[in-house]
């Protein structure tokens, strides 16, 4: 979720761990307009620097699907908080897209900006960028019309519980590739959750099928608004071992220091994770 972005908001039910129902209850007062402003406007947004977090996001995403391998007729974003940028890259690789979070706020968001409603986030920055990154002559118009025609919903979704999307899914499954940015981490009150919510939405996904991760590392809290949200530090190498244990093969893993001067005092972020994984067949 953000530039740093530290928890979209897709969230647990209050249950019967009281990490989760706390986490749940956090959640209820996330504020996705100070979300964006803290992690998608300037600093943080200002994508004209290649070294900036914005640009090695994007970039992540660009080479990733530019490599043909990514592709397929379904997507499920995973906990998309108000966000879009996560799939710049993967509308011209998949037919159908589900967009998921937690929060109905967050849903309504993103509503906004998929009816080109007035008053939606503007993301015109981040699809110039995608289309400068990518090279293929597109105008950012067209970017942005092909994401909203490949877009088919928008669902609620808890990562927490092992049907993430529930019963009688209106998402097609299993999907033939997901993409989940500062979700499972941002959600998770312990790494035993965090693990627990990975093995729940790689059920989602197809044997053989892909999985680009993003997330935070060595982050504690972040704010959203009045509230600051709890967020289970992850470094590298638990994040690795994470996807091995739910059944991936790692095949690319990078890592971004988040530079002094990006660390404006909206969260404790040390860095970010792009993960690309390929579910093993019989898992």
Sequence with gaps: MSTADPGHGAGATPDSHPGRAAVASAYQRFEPRAYLRNNYAPPRG????????????????????????????????????????????????????????????????????????????DWSTYSRHVCLIEGKGESWQEKEHQLRATVKRVLPIDVHQPQPLGTGSLAPLPADALVSAFCLEAVSPDLASFQRALDHITTLLRPGGHLLLIGALEESWYLAGEVRLVVVPVCEEEVREALVHSGYEVRDLRTYTMPAHLRTGVDDVKGIFFAWAQKKVGV
């Design 46 to 121: 200002d994508l004209s620097s290649p070294d900036g977090v914005g640009p090695w996001k994007l970039r992540c995403l660009a080479q990733t699907f530019a490599t043909g391998e990514v592709s397929g007729r379904t997507l499920i974003d995973i906990g998309s908080g108000p966000t879009i940028y996560q799939l710049l890259s993967a509308c011209t690789h998949f037919e159908d897209i589900t967009m998921t979070d937690f929060l109905e706020v967050n849903r309504q968001e993103l509503g906004l900006w998929l009816r080109e409603e007035a008053g939606a986030f």
